[in-house]
């Protein structure tokens, strides 16, 4: 397993979710809220201070970096 | 009866869609989480009585936060005939599954695609016959907010009423693994009747986000809004004060006097001095509440709420709090109990209780009408909104001194997620509504206990029968030497001591019970508050207002929303004691310099 994650993409890069490392519970919400695993990540905002904008699919969230660190990713795109 | 319950994820239309089906006013704001509770409403529905629910939004079947509780247990727990399930257009690939999840229970949802008129803009097509056909129950494109496709809906539903089983969704749990199936079926559901460009691009949004959430500009720019909106309350509201002070004046003395003239003198007082006057000053103030509150509603319903979330959740964070708390602070502003109620989307109880702490120290629009009456008596015309703003400081300090404070005994690590809605153009409908809503909140509450509490007032200050009204010898006096002691070092007198004790329970007696145990009113009532307190105590005064507790239905709020004795004895003890202490500083201090 790599551990590449959410967090680690800059403005405009995207990839697809292969995972989410949380507790059940927290994997549900994330889940549920459109971090499913197969679809396309893309990274719209990530200032230095406060949370990132996502978008996944037609879904744009906003959430903590370090909850995108649980989001894992497929490298190389 | 039948029962028709409105299901969806949160901020897909549900309300509008209930609003605009059964005529009522659930309250709409594009931001996901503002209905958190049950509201329901009776309509006849193809020749049958049919009760409407309208309930919180909820992301799957699963889901643990209060308010997703509140849908489970109302479905689980009772009966219903009729699904509607409300989607989003132009999030079908998101949003799908749950529909999917509920045809899976077996019972024959009705599918309502939703703001199908964002879908069109975004040149989003989708085929609702083939869906239908798929998923063998019935499909409709709608728009819930222009009423486009609206008669189909209903006719729709009408239709399949009488045929309806009733149950109830016991085996909610049992459809627990079967997610992603689930996805892959709605994915390929999606591939066969939804046709979409690649990529969407909410152009317009973006183009605003770019100035609005700018890493820079995006917090000055918050603020300079929420000053904008502030200043427009203020200048627009004192003339609006001045109109409803003129016809209630005028009223009382074309109609009112000459009808009470031939009253005896202690009950024309009561009557006219005491109850009019003090009801009167009070829902003088109603215009510049509305008008809050439309400001309110406007900023609400342009997903504006969000994007303040995302401003402000690195501050917060520092504090144990998270964006969403923020928002509530804000809505908290209008009312408190409603911003408590908010924190329902909250799951972790730690994150929860924090906020439900810090909320009450938010200066709701009965604590600024205080502060508005005061200021004006006492405080030049420059002076005047400069200490309101110094009372709005003084609130966010409070919320964060207390955050910081308790935040170590509430931590929590729930997830900050939250969905980013595109930008919408406030419905002139719906900000209307919001206006009216508050005229008919005000009308209840001044027909419940901003009567008795003037008419309590208005009794105490001028009873025994021989004491100089709202002077010595009155029970009030009484009262107000007793609680001398403590009031004294902060600079509150007697006669307004027993004011406070009326504030407890709503701000708006305050006002009222100045009018009623003066028996003064306008200027003159001005000229007597200069002589109860200098601009020191004023200000010390509305401290003290501002933070010992907002009223009693926030505490009963408090009650309700956390199940705890506990929590909520802490929390008023904490309120009661920092605004003490906060108005001791204050006063003491200025004091020492010479103020
Ligand atoms: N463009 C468009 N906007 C809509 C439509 N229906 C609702 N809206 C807007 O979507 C936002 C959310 O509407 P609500 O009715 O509050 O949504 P809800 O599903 O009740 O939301 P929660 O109570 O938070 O779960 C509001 O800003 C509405 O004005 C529609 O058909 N088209
Ligand atoms: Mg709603």
Redesign the interface.
Same mark, same amino acid.
Request: net charge positive.
């Given at each position: 397993m790599n551990n590449i994650n959410l967090s680690c993409l800059g403005i405009g890069e995207r990839a697809f979710i292969t995972g989410i490392h949380?507790p059940d &519970?927290?994997r #549900?919400?994330?889940?549920?809220?459109?971090?499913?695993t197969g679809r396309e990540a893309e990274v719209i $905002?990530s200032?230095?201070? &406060?949370?990132m #904008?996502i978008r996944?699919?037609?879904?744009?969230?906003?959430?903590?970096r370090?909850?995108a660190a $649980?989001v894992a990713i497929s490298s190389g795109q | 009866m039948k029962r028709l319950a409105i299901v969806g994820m949160p901020n897909t239309g549900k309300s509008t869609f209930f609003n605009r089906l059964t005529g009522s006013s659930s309250r709409v704001g594009n931001w996901p989480g503002v209905t958190v509770d049950l509201l329901s409403a009776h309509i006849v529905l193809g020749g049958t009585a049919v009760e409407v629910v309208d309930l919180p939004g909820i992301?799957?079947l699963?889901?643990?936060s209060e308010d997703e509780q509140v849908v489970r247990n109302f479905l689980e727990n009772n009966p219903v005939d009729l699904i509607g399930v409300i989607l989003n257009a132009?999030?079908?690939?998101?949003q799908l599954p749950l529909a999917l999840q509920f045809c899976k229970l077996g019972v024959q949802p009705h599918i309502l695609i939703n703001m199908i008129d964002e879908a069109d803009q975004l040149g989003i097509r989708i085929d609702a016959d083939a869906l239908s056909a798929d998923l063998g129950c019935p499909v409709h494109l709608l728009s819930a907010r222009h009423g486009t496709g609206f008669n189909e809906v209903r006719e729709s539903l009408a239709g399949r009423v009488n045929q309806a089983q009733h149950r109830p969704l016991d085996e909610m749990r049992d459809c627990l693994h079967a997610?992603d199936e689930i996805?892959q079926h709605s994915d390929a559901l999606i591939g066969r009747c939804v046709t979409a460009p690649s990529v969407?691009v909410?152009k317009m949004t973006e183009r605003i986000?770019h100035v609005l959430?700018h890493?820079v500009l995006g917090l000055p720019l918050f603020f300079a809004m929420m000053f904008l909106v502030f200043q427009a309350v203020y200048t627009l509201g004192g003339p609006l004060q001045d109109v409803v002070a003129y016809l209630l004046g005028n009223f009382k003395g074309w109609a009112l006097e000459p009808l009470a003239a031939t009253l005896p003198a202690a009950l024309y007082g009561f009557l006219i001095e005491g109850l009019y006057d003090g009801i009167g000053t009070v829902a003088s103030f109603v215009p510049v509440i509305i008008l809050f509150f439309f400001l309110m509603a406007i900023v609400e319903d342009s997903g504006y709420l969000?994007r303040a979330?995302?401003?402000t959740?690195?501050l917060m964070?520092r504090m144990g709090l998270?964006?969403r708390g923020f928002v509530m602070i804000l809505m908290g502003f209008g009312c408190n109990v409603p911003a408590l109620m908010g924190t329902r989307v909250m799951?972790s109880r730690a994150l929860r209780w924090l906020s439900m702490l810090v909320i009450p120290f938010s200066l709701c629009s009965a604590r600024l009408q205080v502060f508005v009456f005061i200021t004006t008596a006492l405080f030049t015309a420059q002076q005047a909104p400069l200490v309101l703003f110094f009372m709005y400081l003084a609130s966010f300090a409070s919320a964060f001194l207390t955050a910081t404070l308790f935040g170590r005994r509430f931590k929590s690590d729930e997830?900050?997620?939250?969905?980013?809605?595109p930008y919408r153009t406030p419905v002139l409908k719906q900000v209307l509504l919001r206006g009216w809503h508050e005229i008919s909140h005000f009308l209840r509450r001044a027909s419940t206990f901003i009567i008795t509490g003037v008419v309590l007032v208005w009794i105490l200050t001028h009873y025994p029968e021989g004491s100089t009204p709202g002077g010595a010898g009155t029970w009030a006096s009484l009262m107000g030497d007793w609680m001398k002691p403590v009031l004294d070092p902060i600079g509150i007198s007697a006669a307004m001591s027993v004011i406070l004790l009326f504030g407890f329970v709503a701000k708006e007696i305050v006002i009222g019970a100045m009018v009623a145990m003066t028996g003064l009113e306008g200027a003159a009532l001005n000229g007597y508050l200069t002589t109860q307190m200098d601009t020191t105590q004023a200000i010390s005064f509305m401290l003290f207002i501002l933070l010992y507790t907002p009223c009693l239905s926030t505490l009963a709020t408090q009650f309700t929303e956390s199940r705890s004795w506990k929590f909520t004895g802490i929390s008023l003890a904490w309120s009661l004691s920092l605004a003490w202490v906060v108005s001791f500083i204050f006063y003491q201090g200025a004091r020492a310099l010479g103020y």
């Open positions: 949380a &519970g927290t #549900q919400r994330l889940q549920s809220m459109g971090l499913r $905002r200032p230095r201070l &406060g949370p #904008q996944v699919g037609s879904v744009h969230l906003i959430m903590r370090r909850d $649980r | 992301y799957d699963h889901g643990f132009t999030q079908l690939d998101h997610d996805v969407l909410r986000d959430l890493p969000a979330a995302f401003l959740d690195s964070a998270d964006g799951r997830p900050f997620v939250l969905e980013l809605p």
